[in-house]
């Protein structure tokens, strides 16, 4: 429970599940990097970590959070 979190190369992101609102703003913004159906549901592999966090910055409830 509680915060999870996910490693990249030059971000690593948190995401608590429990203040989530599921505006989806994340997997709308990237699907590529947040998708509900993989697992681990945040990748951040495949990505530039500005985009990450552009994407993170328009989460309504500060779910997703992270450091560079
Ligand atoms: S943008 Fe934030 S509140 Fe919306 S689904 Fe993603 S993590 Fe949850």
Partial sequence: MGLKEYKGEKITV???GE???HA???VKGLPE???VKARPWISLDKVDA???VEV???C???A???KI
């Fill in 24 to 26: 989806a703003e994340c």
């Fill in 50 to 52: 500005k985009k990450v």
């Fill in 64 to 66: 997703l959070t992270y």
């Fill in 19 to 21: 203040i989530c609102e």
């Fill in 33 to 35: 990097v947040f998708n």
């Fill in 60 to 62: 309504p409830s500060r």
């Fill in 14 to 16: 948190y995401f608590d």
């Fill in 56 to 58: 993170i910055d328009r």
